[in-house]
């Protein structure tokens, strides 16, 4: 049975990690005093005591923990932006290439991928690595994401009675071009620049839909939407947890908030000969926070990936 510890169990996604393990009986969580959760010296005594460690943290004080660590044979999985462009962490989004998957597995060191982040790689990795479009393409991501994406206070804000009416409509943010996904965004997808970004705060708890518009003729030869369905189904094949749908699947509108307490995304393309648009639709909380970070666990843990997990057809 394996030590568990969760730094910082106190913020949305350490509740939701915290939650995923009531029915486990493979893993024995560690319980850091109430009164010393902010102590260093308590943190590191817990920290090396584990077999694994969630940090779900600012990124001052997930670099912080990680400093702590004197045990080596402690795995990190960090829910932070800190360590996603580090080139000795793992990125945990494993089904983007083989690659990924096996340094999750090797690794003592993983990074949970961004909510956002994880819907844009999951269009634009394929399309960069599948030698679609070129690495100085312009991308555009339009994304729009449920209130708990803005942590305590922002669902404090719109789940307050006396809330300002702005909050009962979609609001757009990042309007300076500089949300803390770009990096990661930009690194792990392999493009020259980084793109530009629209994401939108909605007045519904949880789900995520990520679009990318494309124009065909500036790609490196024209496809078809239908050509499109099967790259991408080729390149998921076998996947749990991403689903490809095939092309004209959603006749009508796309919801932001079907995917809501599932840890899974599903990916459609729509449009036509000109003009493509790719959307992945998944939950906020769950394949963008705290599901990503259980899969990661039961990669490293060498047992089925679904496990403690929500998955639909």
């Given at each position: 049975?394996?030590?568990?510890?969760?730094?910082?169990?106190?913020?949305?996604?350490?509740?939701?990690?915290?939650?995923?393990?009531?029915?486990?009986?493979?893993?024995?969580?560690?319980?850091?005093?109430?009164?010393?959760?902010?102590?260093?010296?308590?943190?590191?005594?817990?920290?090396?005591?584990?077999?694994?460690?969630?940090l779900c943290l600012p990124d001052t004080a997930?670099?912080?923990?990680?400093?702590?660590?004197?045990?080596?044979?402690?795995?990190?999985?960090?829910?932070?932006?800190?360590?996603?462009?580090?080139?000795?962490?793992?990125?945990?989004?494993?089904?983007?290439?083989?690659?990924?998957?096996?340094?999750?597995?090797?690794?003592?060191?993983?990074?949970?991928?961004?909510?956002?982040?994880?819907?844009?790689?999951?269009?634009?990795?394929?399309?960069?690595?599948?030698?679609?479009?070129?690495?100085?393409?312009?991308?555009?991501?339009?994304?729009?994401?449920?209130?708990?994406?803005?942590?305590?206070?922002?669902?404090?804000?719109?789940?307050?009675?006396?809330?300002?009416?702005?909050?009962?409509?979609?609001r757009q943010y990042a309007l300076n071009q500089?949300?803390?996904?770009?990096?990661?965004?930009?690194?792990?997808?392999?493009?020259?620049?980084?793109?530009?970004?629209?994401?939108?705060?909605?007045?519904?708890?949880?789900?995520?839909?990520?679009s990318i518009p494309l124009f065909t003729d500036?790609?490196?030869?024209?496809?078809?939407?239908?050509?499109?369905?099967?790259?991408?189904?080729?390149?998921?094949?076998?996947?749990?947890?991403?689903?490809?749908?095939?092309?004209?699947?959603?006749?009508?509108?796309?919801?932001?908030?079907?995917?809501?307490?599932?840890?899974?995304?599903?990916?459609?393309?729509?449009?036509?000969?000109?003009?493509?648009?790719?959307?992945?639709?998944?939950?906020?909380?769950?394949?963008?926070?705290?599901?990503?970070?259980?899969?990661?666990?039961?990669?490293?843990?060498?047992?089925?990936?679904?496990?403690?997990?929500?998955?639909?057809?």
């Open positions: 049975m394996k030590k568990i510890f969760i730094d910082g169990s106190q913020g949305t996604t350490g509740l939701k990690i915290y939650k995923r393990f009531e029915n486990r009986n493979d893993i024995e969580l560690l319980h850091i005093d109430e009164e010393k959760r902010k102590d260093p010296k308590e943190r590191a005594k817990m920290i090396n005591a584990s077999d694994i460690t969630f997930s670099i912080e923990a990680v400093s702590l660590v004197e045990n080596a044979d402690v795995v990190i999985i960090d829910t932070s932006t800190a360590h996603r462009t580090n080139p000795n962490w793992a990125y945990g989004f494993p089904e983007l290439d083989k690659s990924f998957r096996n340094k999750i597995k090797t690794s003592k060191r993983i990074a949970v991928p961004g909510c956002y982040a994880s819907g844009f790689n999951s269009i634009v990795y394929p399309l960069i690595s599948e030698g679609i479009i070129k690495y100085d393409y312009p991308v555009t991501c339009y994304a729009m994401s449920g209130y708990t994406g803005a942590g305590k206070s922002g669902i404090a804000q719109y789940e307050s009675n006396d809330r300002d009416i702005e909050l009962d409509s979609p500089e949300h803390k996904h770009l990096k990661e965004m930009q690194a792990i997808s392999g493009l020259k620049d980084k793109p530009f970004f629209a994401p939108h705060i909605c007045p519904y708890p949880q789900g995520m839909i990520v500036l790609m490196t030869k024209k496809y078809t939407p239908q050509e499109f369905c099967e790259i991408f189904k080729k390149h998921y094949d076998g996947e749990q947890f991403v689903k490809v749908r095939d092309f004209g699947y959603t006749s009508g509108m796309l919801g932001a908030n079907n995917f809501a307490n599932r840890d899974d995304m599903e990916i459609e393309i729509n449009g036509n000969n000109d003009k493509i648009l790719i959307t992945s639709r998944f939950d906020n909380l769950g394949k963008g926070a705290s599901g990503a970070a259980i899969q990661c666990l039961n990669i490293v843990l060498g047992i089925d990936e679904t496990t403690g997990l929500n998955i639909g057809e």
